[in-house]
């Protein structure tokens, strides 16, 4: 085959390299618009798994490459006057230009026609190839000529950066964080060979115009990085590769995907085909990660595959690890382009967040890279949590939490889900077992299902009700239950179902489906139905506005009475309250309706009312959906405005879900994949959380509460199918001070042993 490669990058050059050690009777020509020795940026980062990667496709490049490599283990973080380091983390650098020279010297070595100064400009000129393979960067020209084949989706950042290098030798991948009257600024550095480091600085756009360096230009701007950063430079200059010339030495960072990577004869590779935030280091990774596919999978032609199946095939590889790092890039990325919202942290949390930011860092995982570290983080977490006692090692999920006169024994909650299994709105039997044993089960806090303040609140026939006699002595039954038999707090949760009410149990029919008869009238604020087959609601009166407030007030009053801890409005999910709050749902001209502050006028309403009839010494939540996933409906920033304004109105604490509320939401599902929205309401708003959605594991509990992204952390599915999740979860860890029924004090010794002995053989320690 005669194959032209646009672009003499990384990703280029280990292709062309890898397909002609393989194959050698292809003709490969790489076409590099620049000289050998131009390169935009200064050093790359690899892990000890991507050199594994790299010594399995081509060793001899492998064996020149850490030849060449500045290793280090530590992270070091500098906030606040405080400096925090963290081992065991297992990086290399090397500066680009020199991986180039050696990616250069192999291709040329294996007879790959290097033409460096040829700018293709146009994909015409190499009419005659039978493959061309697009290595021509995030500006990739390619990419934009056949963009209705590629249907790229790029993703301009809003945060600053400018790429800098300096002789100062780092010994350990540090960061420096810097607030001034100007805002917050930060430095990623690392060294990549024996005299030259990388210095990366960014920035918010507020902080980098406050500071002038929009009017700067390149000389300027070294110029005050230098002398912003000066405490930790030690007289080292900051250098700028000025061999590529911008408008400004700043640029924005450009999220790159694509939905299809080839087109005929053509193929996208590495940044062309996606990009990841320089914060997690695997730009260069997912590049030539992506050479080693397209190379095995191009020697593939001929034999088993044709052109277009071994073109599909290597993207089936590498699309889902590309996206897999691109999340774990986004969480980075975002994380840096917020730390304004972190900066009130103490050091010790601040340096927790940043070290896993990404999710790819789990609290377990730092406790095998640095155990001493991840102890001491530990113990700062359970002296703050709680004061009264002296500081241990305990997993932070173990610690206390206090709301205004409840006291929770953990941070773990059973999530509201609805069992659909009450007749008339009375709780039974089922109930009983069924919030029991989640209290048996350890959980420090239990959530109610969806309980609603009338007949006509509810979403089936089978939700439970509190607004009879009935139903307050039937969960007057379970509250006492739960107090009597477990270490457990109670939270009832109060909705309305609002235009989603009056369908059937979604066993029978599927969801949202309604009832065959006896259905009530649905409300809403206004008469835009949920979905094509469910009711159309009638638009609320303030007659109505009043008669649901009074319903909630009379249920709050039964919740105190039943000997409830806890008292939740549930606002979310597209629920009467919610539906007031979208603008997807509430098309009202009135002062309902419209603006934000319009839109929570009357939810406000009804939390203040319920505020004033439940127990001042007992704490209230509110549940909100903080993004509607959907362009015009809510989004993250209003959601921190939502937040505030129930704070305002009485909730200690803000129950952070999401969507539900239209049903053309596009959720981006994943690990906990809500929790960002818990984190930024948190940590702007400084007001208490709960998070919750796609949260299964202990470690992600540790890790969501260790880095002040919720204070408490409600779980579902994995609560139904094991209603002792918290025990176990005690258990693996080897956490004893969690408290059991002492009727199953003898399964725990024995479960305490058994994980003991699992973590042994694990260890190999058992013969």
């Known amino acids: 085959m005669k194959i032209a490669v646009i672009g003499g990058g990384p990703a280029g050059l280990y292709f062309s390299l890898l397909l002609r050690k393989a194959q050698p009777q292809h003709e490969i020509a790489v076409y590099e618009r620049n000289a050998p020795q131009d390169t935009f940026g200064w050093g790359v980062v690899f892990s000890d798994q991507t050199l594994e990667n790299f010594r399995a496709a081509d060793a001899p490049t492998y064996e020149v490459i850490t030849r060449n490599f500045a290793h280090w283990d530590d992270i070091d973080v500098f906030f606040k006057g405080r400096v925090i380091t963290s081992s065991g983390h297992g990086f290399s650098g090397i500066a680009r230009k020199k991986l180039l020279h050696i990616l250069q010297e192999r291709a040329a070595e294996l007879r790959v026609e290097l033409r460096f100064d040829s700018n293709v400009a146009d994909d015409a000129s190499l009419a005659g190839a039978d493959l061309i393979v697009a290595a021509d960067g995030i500006n990739s020209f390619i990419r934009k000529k056949y963009a209705a084949a590629f249907q790229p989706d790029l993703e301009v950042r809003p945060a600053k950066y400018i790429w800098l290098g300096t002789t100062f030798k ?10 001034n009257e100007h805002g917050v600024f930060q430095a990623h550095c690392y060294r990549f060979d024996e005299n030259t480091s990388t210095f990366i600085v960014e920035c918010d756009e507020k902080s980098w115009r406050n500071a002038g360096f929009d009017r700067m230009d390149a000389g300027q701007t070294v110029a005050a990085c230098e002398k912003m950063f000066a405490p930790w430079l030690a007289g080292h200059p900051l250098i700028f590769n000025a061999t590529h010339q911008f408008s400004s ?22 940044d062309a085909a996606h990009s990841a935030h320089f914060s997690i280091g695997s730009g260069t990774k997912l590049a030539m990660e992506d050479a080693i596919s397209l190379a095995k999978n191009v020697a593939r032609i001929g034999k088993e595959a044709t052109l277009q ?9 590498r699309m889902t690890e590309a996206l897999k790092l691109q999340n774990a890039a986004r969480n980075s990325m975002e994380w840096f382009e917020n ?14 967040s940043l070290l896993t930011r990404s999710q790819r860092v789990s609290h377990e995982n730092l406790r095998l890279r640095d155990r001493k570290y991840l102890e001491g983080v530990e113990r700062w977490f359970s002296s703050r949590a709680a004061a009264e006692q002296k500081a241990a090692v305990i997993p932070p ?29 009375t709780p039974n039997d089922f109930h009983l077992v069924h ?18 303040p009338s007949p006509e609140a509810r979403i089936t026939l089978g939700c439970t009700g509190m607004y009879t006699g009935e139903q307050l002595r039937a969960w007057t039954r379970i509250v006492d239950f739960v107090h009597a038999n477990s270490a457990a707090k109670f939270c009832l949760q109060l909705g309305h179902s609002g235009r989603k009410g009056s369908i059937k149990l979604p066993w029978e029919a599927g969801d949202d489906t309604p009832l065959d008869a006896g259905n009530w009238e649905v409300i809403g604020p206004s008469r835009a139905r949920h979905a094509e087959q469910m009711h159309l609601p009638r638009e609320m009166s303030r007659s109505d506005m009043d008669n649901v407030k009074a319903e909630f007030v009379h249920a709050t009053e039964l919740g105190a009475q039943a000997g409830f801890d806890m008292l939740e409005l549930h606002c979310a999910h597209g629920y009467l309250l919610s539906s007031f709050i979208t603008p997807l749902a509430n098309q009202r001209s009135d002062e309902y309706g419209g603006e934000l502050e319009n839109r929570l006028r009357f939810p406000i309403e009804v939390l203040r009312a319920m505020r004033a009839a439940w127990p001042q010494n007992k704490p209230m939540s509110v549940r909100i959906s903080a993004t509607d996933w959907v362009p015009e409906g809510i989004s993250g920033e209003e959601s921190v405005e939502i937040a505030k304004a129930f704070h305002v109105a009485g909730a200690d604490i803000i129950h952070v879900s999401t969507g539900q509320t239209s049903v053309k939401a596009k959720p981006q599902y994943g690990r906990m994949f809500q929790t960002p929205y818990s984190d930024r309401i948190r940590n702007e708003a400084g007001i208490p959380t709960i998070a919750v959605g796609a949260i299964t594991e202990a470690d992600q509990v540790n890790g969501i509460i260790a880095a002040g992204r919720a204070d408490l952390c409600a779980l579902a599915r994995p609560h139904l199918s094991d209603p002792n999740w918290t025990l176990h979860a005690a258990a693996q860890l080897g956490y004893t001070g969690q408290p059991w029924p002492l009727q199953y004090l003898t399964g725990k010794q024995q479960l305490e042993r058994l994980m003991q002995r699992a973590k042994q053989q694990s260890a190999g320690d058992v013969l």
């Open 435 to 452: 919030y029991g044993a989640r209290a048996l089960g350890g959980a420090g806090l239990i959530f109610t299902e969806m309980t609603c």
């Open 339 to 352: 730390v304004r919202r972190y900066v009130r942290l103490e050091p010790e949390q601040f340096a927790y």
């Open 309 to 317: 199946s071994a073109l599909q095939a290597y993207q089936d590889e």
């Open 249 to 270: 030495p700043w640029v924005n960072f450009v999220r790159v995907r694509n939905q299809q990577w080839s087109k005929d004869n053509i193929v996208l590779i590495g």
């Open 397 to 425: 999920m173990f610690t206390p939490y206090t709301l205004r006169g409840m006291k929770l024994v953990n941070r773990v909650a059973v999530s509201p889900m609805d069992m659909y299994s009450a007749v008339d709105g």
């Open 170 to 179: 780092f010994n350990a991948f540090t960061f420096y964080f810097v607030e």
